[in-house]
T-cell receptor, first 112, second 114 residues
Framework: AQSVSQHNHHVILSEAASLELGCNYSYGGTVNLFWYVQYPGQHLQLLLKYFSGDPLVKGIKGFEAEFIKSKFSFNLRKPSVQWSDTAEYFCAVGTGRRALTFGSGTRLQVQP | SAVISQKPSRDICQRGTSLTIQCQVDSQVTMMFWYRQQPGQSLTLIATANQGSEATYESGFVIDKFPISRPNLTFSTLTVSNMSPEDSSIYLC???????????FGPGTRLLVL
């Protein structure tokens, strides 16, 4: 069965700092990769996704993620975070079964 | 994407009772899923709700505990039966719109079992 690892459980940054959240998965076949975000008091929203093609994908709010197949990784990045980026971020993997396997989540706290 | 609503948004229940959670979508969707998010943990898939047939359950989840209905392409229910405090979680439904292979999530139902 596939699994997803998010190495950073809690990240604290100052505004304008750069962000990189790690995500690794274990699955030998073709995968679809997702990052979801859950802002305080809100429901889970899709941030970006990768199915195929250019391994660098851009999402909403200035986020991007890079798929590195050889490393089974799909790390999320943002050059300069804002206080409004404070949220919990989930990496998820989809396989041919259509259901998603989620990582444990990373809580990002951005200090003004 | 689709607009997804869930009822109730939250509830406090006594152990031994059952609660039915509804998930309504504003458009017809091919796939609907039910997830659980236990306190401080990530999302775990409970089952895939299949229209016109029995749900497909993940390992560790059984129909007697979590019966699911999906009478049409816009609606599904999840029942949490014979509840215990360990069932205290957020229950979320998600949908995958036709051909997109991307899931969108409802707002969740926050359940506390005393």
């Amino acid at each position: 069965a596939q699994s997803v690892s998010q190495h950073n459980h809690h990240v604290i940054l100052s505004e304008a700092a750069s962000l990189e959240l790690g995500c690794n998965y274990s699955y030998g076949g073709t995968v679809n990769l997702f990052w979801y975000v859950q802002y305080p008091g809100q429901h889970l929203q899709l941030l970006l996704k990768y199915f195929s093609g250019d391994p660098l994908v851009k999402g909403i709010k200035g986020f991007e993620a890079e798929f590195i197949k050889s490393k089974f990784s799909f790390n999320l990045r943002k050059p300069s975070v804002q206080w409004s980026d404070t949220a919990e971020y989930f990496c998820a993997v989809g396989t041919g079964r259509r259901a998603l396997t989620f990582g444990s989540g990373t809580r990002l706290q951005v200090q003004p | 994407s689709a607009v997804i609503s869930q009822k109730p948004s939250r509830d406090i229940c006594q152990r031994g009772t059952s609660l039915t959670i509804q998930c309504q979508v504003d458009s017809q969707v091919t796939m609907m899923f039910w997830y659980r998010q236990q306190p401080g943990q990530s999302l775990t898939l409970i089952a895939t709700a299949n229209q016109g047939s029995e749900a497909t359950y993940e390992s560790g989840f059984v129909i007697d505990k979590f019966p699911i209905s999906r009478p049409n392409l816009t609606f599904s229910t999840l029942t949490v039966s014979n509840m215990s405090p360990e069932d205290s979680s957020i229950y979320l439904c998600s949908v995958e719109t036709g051909g997109e292979e991307t899931q969108y999530f409802g707002p969740g139902t926050r359940l506390l079992v005393l």
